[in-house]
């Protein structure tokens, strides 16, 4: 029996009164599984009704009902015969049989009964339902049985707890402030991006204002890796099958990846050998046949590079990096917007150095992304250090490498000076790595920049240098990207900054709004002296009034709108209304406003609202 904290077990039993309720609302409700989350609770039905928002609302009201029952939590350990039977009795034959196969053999078989209520289940719970003090139901979403989209797609009922309703108010308050932040909406509203059916799912579409964001992201951290001497690369989108066998890829990441593309002449030549699409995968599986792979990774077209020339060791360490799209395929359901999707960019790098190196390029690797995080105002962040599990048989590699490669990154870690954990089962198949994982302006974490530290990748590939001895000597590899993907860190970005870009980031920086069109030659000089000096400017030339106007850049994000009338004319000037104050500033001289953007430009000046 797995023990679980005073937190998972409110939220643990809040599900199985969930499951009370909806049984004496819809008896012919099939159940599959309630676990409690990071953040709260599910449980899944198989039901002919399609629940509703009304629903949701009637079910809470039973929930309540339940609580107030003061129903007790009662363990029952039973034989798998005796289970099977008061599965049977249950009527929930349709999923809780296959969960009870999952049970391995001489392991406990345990169900909890609360009132009328029984579930297959190991516990553990509160002693009483009134010990749930404050819960909430969220929201219905489709879940396919076990997470295959092969299988039937049931609802899922979402909802949280808390020890005290002051603590779910404080939650559901983020929960809304997660709303309006939505990078989805934000994106729509903002045009930053877009997602079409008809491209496909999980594939963006960089629209002209979102490319000026990724664009002004890849340009400052191209500076901090010509800081750090990195080479850029370019490598193709698609390669060998045989490439990623042998890095490892296909098939260890196989159930995420694209199918292979395979030729039509050797699909012809293969006609007599493979007669089924299971005679054809064993093939792929065996190497027989000869295909292309739209890369799921970037490494190993960079350790090419690197075997490409004879290297020494003066020449170490070798930086090569590259923002390269890779592919995933990710299910349907799992799906979200920017942060989880198909096709991504990695703002990739890997670095081939010696032993000797190699605490100082992990070093060098955090501090980029320490930088980052610095210059973007995420510095509420904690560090993970991602080991293997000794049990485990999907890491590649001796246990020497293994030992070597956890001991060098558990050392720079120590040395951080900022608190870690250790995450053992979490390591890439190749090798440990560090992820950071940061909270946002409204308390959520994302896991964004990752190093990891690889010795195997260079044994696959049997790369080397020749070392001062004049002999060949193998090069340690370290994979690092500190955005990590694109697409997912600008849609954290929006969300953390609610569309509120800093100057240097946003796709439109200032706004002139001239009052009439009497003074829109003059305007369009200011636009242009603005542009001249490289800053995003543009006009509001529409005939409307001016708090219209006003309105529209406010809702627009604009980080400053300039407003312009007869006395800014006269005496060469803009009145200024800044995207933080709300309040109009000047007349202000156009060269000293030119200075004002290009200042908070060089600098990467934070909004208000984001500094620590």
């Known amino acids: 029996m797995k023990e679980m904290s005073p937190l998972e077990e409110i939220r643990h039993s809040s599900a199985h009164v969930l499951a009370t309720a909806v049984l004496r609302l819809f008896p012919k409700a099939k159940l599959d599984i309630g ?17 509703t928002a009304d629903d949701l609302g009637a079910i809470e009201a039973e929930m309540k009902k339940v609580i107030k029952e003061n129903q007790r939590f009662e363990r029952l350990e039973t034989s798998r015969e005796e289970a099977v039977e008061l599965i049977r009795k249950m009527g929930q034959e349709t999923y809780k049989l296959g969960r009870l196969d999952d049970i391995p053999e001489g392991e406990a078989i345990s169900f909890y009964r609360n009132g009328e209520f029984v579930d297959l289940c190991a516990g553990t719970h509160v002693r009483y339902t009134k010990k749930i003090k404050a819960f909430k139901l969220l929201n219905v979403a489709g879940a396919y049985h076990r997470g295959d989209e092969k299988n039937k797609q049931l609802q899922r009922i979402y909802g949280t707890a808390f020890p005290s309703k002051a603590k ?20 729509r509203d903002m045009q930053l991006f877009h997602i079409d059916e008809t491209v496909g799912q999980g594939l963006v579409l960089w629209t002209p204002k979102g490319s000026i964001i990724r664009q002004e992201l890849q340009t400052f951290i191209a500076e901090e890796l010509r800081k750090q001497g990195y080479d850029q690369v370019f490598t193709p989108h698609i390669g ?35 007669k089924t699409c299971a005679e054809l995968s064993n093939l792929l599986e065996e190497g027989q046949i000869e295909g292309y792979l739209l890369k799921p990774m970037n490494c190993p077209m960079h350790i090419k590079i690197f075997a490409s020339q ?37 703002d990739d790098a890997h670095i081939f150095c010696s032993d000797e190196q190699l605490p100082g390029e992990i070093q060098g690797c955090l501090d980029i992304v320490k930088t980052v995080f610095k210059v973007l105002g995420m510095e509420d962040y904690r560090v993970r250090v991602s080991l293997r599990d000794h049990e485990s048989s999907k890491y590649v590699g001796s246990p020497e490498n293994w030992d070597r490669a956890e001991e060098a990154i558990l050392e720079v870690a120590s040395n951080m000076g900022v608190p870690f954990s250790r995450e053992p089962g979490e390591a890439a ?45 193998r090069p340690v590899m370290v994979h690092r990207a500190p955005f990590g993907s694109m697409e997912r860190f600008c849609g954290v970005l929006i969300e953390h900054f609610g569309g509120n870009f800093p100057t240097w980031l946003a796709p439109e920086q200032v706004r002139l709004l001239p009052i009439n069109d009497a003074v829109l030659p003059y305007t369009k000089t200011v636009e242009a002296e603005l542009k001249a000096s490289g800053i995003r400017a543009t006009v509001d030339a ?14 627009d994000k604009v980080p400053f709108a300039a407003v312009i009338g007869k006395m800014e004319v006269e005496k060469g000037t803009v009145t200024i209304r800044s995207r933080v104050a709300k309040s109009q500033e000047g007349p202000y001289p156009v060269a000293g406003f030119r200075d004002l953007i290009l200042d908070q430009i060089a600098h990467r000046t934070l909004p208000e609202s984001n500094r620590n």
């Open 35 to 51: 676990p409690p989350t990071e953040t709260g609770f599910y449980y899944d039905f198989d039901l002919d009704h399609t629940f």
């Open 168 to 187: 779910l108010q404080q939650y559901l308050d983020q929960l809304e402030e997660a709303r309006k932040r939505d990078h989805r909406k934000i994106g």
């Open 240 to 274: 060998k099958l045989d490439l990623f066998r042998k890095s490892g890829h296909f098939p260890y990441y196989q159930a995420s990846q694209y199918p292979p593309v395979i030729s039509r002449q050797s699909l012809a030549g293969l006609a007599h050998e493979a």
């Open 310 to 346: 004879h290297h020494s060791y003066r020449d170490l360490p070798v930086r090569l990096a590259e923002f390269g799209t890779v592919y995933r395929w990710e299910q349907s359901g799992e799906l979200s917007g920017m942060t989880r999707v198909r096709g991504f960019t990695q």
């Open 429 to 473: 198949f190749y090798g440990p790595k560090i992820d950071f994982v940061v909270k946002d302006v409204i308390g959520r974490e994302w896991q964004l920049g990752t190093v990891q530290v690889d010795y195997n990748l260079p044994e696959r590939f049997d790369l080397s240098y020749i070392g001062s001895d004049n002999r060949p000597h």
């Open 542 to 555: 529409a005939s409307e009034k001016l708090g219209a106007k006003i309105r529209r850049s406010e809702l």
